[in-house]
């Protein structure tokens, strides 16, 4: 196996902004956009290419895939496109491709040559995930767009979708190949739907060669402007009629149940939830932090915790209590790995660097939330029920611990570690993490977390040496005193795996399992429902292929 490389963010455009209206690239000596023909040439050359909006008038789901998102001109163009033309109940998902992608400032500049798609930009910008390696999926209402940070050929080989309209927005042939070759054409083969459709501005005979390959049905048309001829083409095979989606069951109303419920919901579909309202909940804590999990080395997984960190900003954002987080090294070794993933840069400095006149890094942009608050508004709408669930139908199980009871006839390697919280009193200004951690909080001061593998005890049952630990680790890390106040511990249980990586995978026909969220599920539920909701329902997968496998049972 090829060792890893690094983990850092995508290279940078070099952008040149002398040319009037557009920026260009100077390394490859081209622009993203030409003023000259406004909106009207994107439209002409990639939307009406396409069919649209006609071909989306009676779809429950059309999927859009673009190579080269640059400054995001043609996803506006089809949001808004989809905006005034969209069938009732209709979603449209837009995946795009970008190996050098803009950073926010870069993006505002760019897309302010059109006024008006400020609505828009607007709304794109304020979830902009940066030059962040990997998928990120962006929510706008009906609209969901797929941002995949990577070389096209990696990222067409990770991508899980079925695509309907294929944008071909490279820069020319001559000067970017890599985005035209014939390799890339099979790529898209492979991903189109039946009927799929094709428009490019080229109509370069090597491009064209290519997709006739690769099996598509290629026309010449005449070019938008200035330019003589583009290409539009067709894949071949008709339609095929949208799958009817059952609705599953959802056992256990804990992070992972809620996660899964908002993301059924934002499909249209009302799940079943069922709980068990004796259960100690890992997700009924107080509060929850959300911060990334960085790594040195570019592993699927890695890419995967900046995506899922990212995504669980957007979705708690009506759930923060505060924002911001030091975090204390506990270890010589821990100070010299966060001074090398601060040269790295894994995510911007935004939302992490290393301070290395106080020792520790500085998390600005991670989250203390109030998860009763978030299940409280993603569960809204559902009736919790305590019954046993059917027999048949589709059916997830994000019981927590629960599931030590539920899968006791089936081998699944799982492992369960128990935690205990413990309220203090101590002068603490803002959220700090050192291993365990101190959030301050309107009733005091919570400090977590015990780690400890469970044996055969209660693992609710309340311990003194747990509360003590909590303390002796506070006053180790932060050189501070702190004294437990009269405000009950509580403890719960996490559920691991043996490489600690979540775990999603089938045990039956009809039945998932959705658990293994360790110590991170709050960053990583949001996420992987997503993902196991776009599985079962057919959409595009919001995180890579290779991760996604990563997830099954080992
Ligand atoms: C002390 C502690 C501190 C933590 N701090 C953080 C943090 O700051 N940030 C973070 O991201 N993560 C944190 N975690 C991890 C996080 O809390 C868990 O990963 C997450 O809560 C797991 O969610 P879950 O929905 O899988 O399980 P749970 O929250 O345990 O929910 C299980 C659900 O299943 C239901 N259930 C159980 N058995 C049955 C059954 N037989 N039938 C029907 N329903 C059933 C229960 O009623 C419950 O609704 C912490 C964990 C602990 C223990
Ligand atoms: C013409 S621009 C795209 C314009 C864009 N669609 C818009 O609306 O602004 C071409 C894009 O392809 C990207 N690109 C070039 N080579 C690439 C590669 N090998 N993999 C992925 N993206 C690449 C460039 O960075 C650039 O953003």
């Known amino acids: 196996m090829p060792a890893p490389t690094p983990l850092t963010q995508c290279d940078p455009p070099a952008l040149d902004w002398s040319r009037p209206g557009t920026p260009a690239a100077s390394d ?14 994107t439209e002409a050359v990639f939307l009406k290419a396409c069919g649209l909006p006609d071909r989306w008038q009676d779809r429950r789901r059309f999927v859009i895939g673009e190579l080269g998102f640059g400054s995001g001109l043609n996803f506006l163009a089809a949001w808004r496109m989809w905006d005034s033309t969209k069938p009732k109940n209709g979603r449209l998902h837009f995946i795009s491709v970008e190996k050098f992608p803009f950073d926010a400032a870069q993006l505002k500049q760019a897309l302010s040559a059109w006024p008006e798609l400020q609505t828009y930009s607007e709304a794109l910008i304020a979830q902009w995930p940066g030059r962040v390696k990997g998928f990120h999926r962006l929510h706008f209402g009906d609209v969901t767009l797929t941002l995949i940070h990577d070389d096209i050929s990696n ?11 294929w944008f071909l927005d490279g820069f ?10 014939s390799e890339i054409m099979q790529k898209l083969a492979g991903l189109s ?73 934002r499909r ?33 997984e890695s890419r995967f915790f900046l995506g899922s960190y990212l995504y669980a900003l957007q979705a708690y954002r009506d759930h923060v209590v505060t924002k911001g987080v030091v975090h204390i090294p506990k270890t010589e070794a821990e100070t010299e790995r966060f001074k090398k993933l601060n040269s790295q840069a894994p995510l911007p400095k935004a939302h992490f660097y290393f301070d290395e006149a106080e020792n520790r890094l500085a998390l600005e942009q991670s989250l203390v939330i109030e998860p009763k608050a978030g299940l409280n508004d993603w569960l809204s709408g559902l009736r919790l029920r305590t019954d046993e669930p059917a027999d048949d139908g589709l059916k997830i199980l994000a019981a927590g611990f629960g599931l030590k009871a539920l899968l006791k006839d089936k081998d699944i390697p799982l492992r369960f570690s128990r935690g205990q919280l413990t309220w203090a009193e101590a ?91 360790g110590s991170r599920g709050f960053v990583f539920a949001p996420l992987l429902a997503e993902a196991i909701a776009s599985h079962i329902c ?5 995180i890579s292929k290779k991760v996604w496998a990563r997830f099954k049972l080992r």
């Not at 001559?174 to 985005?179: S, V």
């Not at 949208?242 to 256990?252: A, K, N, V, Y």
């Not at 057919?538 to 919001?542: K, Q």
């Open 268 to 300: 249209g579909l009302t799940p079943t939830i069922i709980h068990d309202p004796n259960h100690k909940a890992a997700s009924h804590n107080a509060a929850a932090l959300i911060k990334p999990r960085l790594d040195l080395q570019d592993r699927p």
């Open 172 to 181: 020319s042939p001559a000067k970017n190949p890599d985005m035209w070759s």
């Open 28 to 41: 490859f000596g081209d622009i993203y956009f030409s003023t000259d023909g406004g909106l009207a040439e």
């Open 538 to 542: 057919g959409d595009p997968l919001p």
């Open 155 to 165: 990222a067409l080989d990770e991508l899980e979708a079925k695509v309907d309209a």
């Open 427 to 517: 002068e603490v200004s803002m959220p700090i993490t050192y291993g365990g951690y101190a959030i301050p909080l309107n009733e005091g001061v919570f400090l977590g977390a015990t780690h400890q593998r469970l044996r055969d005890e209660d693992p609710f049952a309340l311990k003194a040496e747990d509360d003590a630990e909590n303390l002796a680790g506070f006053e180790k890390f932060t050189g501070q005193q702190a004294t437990q106040s009269a405000k009950p511990s509580r403890a719960s249980v996490r559920v691991t795996t043996a490489d600690t990586l979540p775990l999603i995978d089938k045990v039956e026909d009809n039945v998932w399992i959705f658990t293994g969220l």
């Open 193 to 265: 739907a039946p009927g799929s459709r094709l428009g490019t501005f080229t109509a370069a005979g090597a491009v064209r060669q290519a997709l006739i390959e690769a099996g598509f049905d290629v026309e010449k048309k005449e070019g938008f402007g200035r330019k003589r001829h583009r290409l539009e083409a067709r894949f071949l095979g008709a339609r095929e009629a949208e799958e009817e989606i059952e609705t599953p069951t959802i056992i256990g109303a804990g992070i992972a149940g809620a996660s899964l419920a908002r993301a059924f919901k």
